[in-house]
């Protein structure tokens, strides 16, 4: 077996799922960024874009003065924050999904929601100044974060963390932060109304600090699933088969979940809490792409930042007033996974 | 210590929380050779086999392979030696076939690289082996249980390994396809010199094909030795505490064992 054919067969092209996906989502934020109150047109939208890029300030002349003020500063940190997000849940829910063996996992199953909540509303409740405007997330994620580690302490024993107690922990975790979220919701007073709207999820008012920290997060996340994506992928075979092709279960186990529930966490503490992204996004591409993490991810990432923003458009330019992004994609994706988890039940019982 | 040993265990033990499962055991298996793996359940049988694939630890104890403690060996390495085969596999993903025995040649394909020539031709080879060839598109989750079951053991296959450690690899087979692989890795022991330790809850197909057994009862080896040495009346009554009748069978060619019910 030590004699190897220098020949490569010919790899089944990736790129070819992310072609369309990537040319697509370039669309969509130049035709987001156009709308809203005020409409620019798409040339504009890119010639303003160029000449902030650029720093020419030729490109923009004749452009309304306000228009550059609009795009730049405005409409793309928002656009550019919700497609960032949705791209990192939907990486996070194909980590999740295959750590925990379970297609129906998704970011916030182990209680991280619930803990970046948890952190979000004391933040609202106590206001501690010295954070400043960003108080919130840095709870949010200092919850998320605490909630994670927590969980994984409950699920190990002797150095190993298992699936079933992994998911088992987060129900339990996630309970008791939610009974902890009503607490200070009770005692929140006047603050409750902030909490709830937090809650609820909302990309209004993002800044490009939040665009650059989501994307710097998103970034370092993507690529270290990327990097262990075949792992992945021999993951679902069980521990032991993969232990036996090379793999040491465990370490990569605990390497992805970090790594998914830091990009999770850094999303819910600018966001609030958005769900169904990350759920149904790995669902649906598994359909299309197929199971393989080294086309999923990508995939999953490219599609679930399309949906996102095209999500946040609506509830920001289409609808008369505007719905927490939250809610939407819980409204349009729940009724869209009972419809698929129907039919993936029905297909299964009909085959046996 | 013996110099021809594929495998060396000196007074290895093994705990599930505070239970022990593996207790004080000791074994030494020569190269090449089909290795029958018998006793009741519960007795360590499949931690036994994890052991060797380095899937579990020891708890005190070692394990030699080739002379080399098993721990020293780069994961990937021993990937490219040993495979195993489980019992129990609940696979939730739409993975394809072909998919799914390509990943048995993970150990020997770098990261991010495609499979190379040699690699596919391997794996088409195998799934021809199996007769899976014919559903290699389709996706393993919907597959009959005998059916998956036969492309985890291609997926072993794939890694081309000289040691194949079976957990009662075949349990969900029809008898055509248990016959079938049994008879492949048969070939692989006679022609490829490969060692196969397989645990088998089947006596008679344990005598018609294994050339040594190993008896092991409550976390020990209780006896091993050659086919014909151990496999007598005496023995099955210690072990598994059944009445029974072993002999001599033409048509097999080897020991079988035949049993009679008994009114209760």
Known sequence: MSVRKEKWAPSETVSAHLIL????LVLVVIISTGMGYVHISAIDVIRIILSGIMGNHGLVVGINKVFPYVVLDVRLPRVLTAAIVGAGLSIAGVVFQGILL?????????????????GASIALLLDPRFLGIYSIPVFA??????????????????????????ILSG????????????????????????????????FASKTWTDVLLTFLFVSIGFIICTFLARDLNIMSLGDRSASSLGINPNRTRITLLVTASLITAICVSVSGIIGFVGLIIPHLMRFIVGSDSRRLIPASALTGAILLLTADTITRAVLPTEIPIGVLTALIGGPFFCYIFKKRHMALNSGQ | MDNNA??????????????????????????????????????????????????????SGAIKYQGRDIGDYVRKDLAKEIALVPQDFYINFSFTVKEIVLMGRHP????????????????????????IAKFKDKYITELSGGEKQRVIFARALAQDTPVLL?????????????????????KGVETGRKTVIAALHNLNLAAAYCDRLIFMKSGRVLSEGSLDDMLTEQNLLEVFGIESHVYFDEYTESKQVAFRRRRI
Not at chain 2, 39 to 52: A, Y
Not at chain 2, 166 to 186: G, K
Request: with cysteine; proline share 4%.
């Open chain 1, 21 to 24: 996906p990537g040319v697509l």
């Open chain 1, 102 to 118: 379970n297609p129906l996992a998704d970011p916030y199953t182990l209680g991280i929601s619930a803990g970046a909540a948890f």
């Open chain 1, 141 to 166: 994620f200092a919850g998320a974060v605490a909630t994670l580690f927590t969980v994984m302490s409950l699920s190990s024993s002797g150095g190993t963390i298992s699936c079933n107690s992994l």
């Open chain 1, 171 to 202: 129900i339990i975790v996630a309970a008791i932060l939610s009974a902890g979220i009503s607490f200070l919701k009770y005692v929140a007073d006047e603050q409750v109304s902030i909490i709830i709207f937090w809650l609820m999820g909302s």
């Open chain 2, 6 to 59: 594929i495998f060396e265990i000196r007074d290895m033990s093994f705990y599930f929380g505070k239970i022990k499962a593996i207790d004080g055991l000791s074994l030494t298996i020569s190269p090449s050779g089909f290795w029958g793996l018998l006793g009741p359940n519960g007795c360590g049988k499949s931690t036994l086999l994890d052991l060797l694939a380095r899937c579990k630890t020891p708890g």
């Open chain 2, 108 to 131: 020997y394909i770098p990261r991010f690289a495609s499979p190379s020539m040699y690699d596919l031709k391997i794996v088409d080879h195998v799934m021809e082996l199996l007769e």
């Open chain 2, 166 to 186: 079976l957990d009662e690899a075949t349990s969900n087979m029809d008898i055509q396809f248990t016959l079938d692989i049994l008879n492949i890795v048969l």
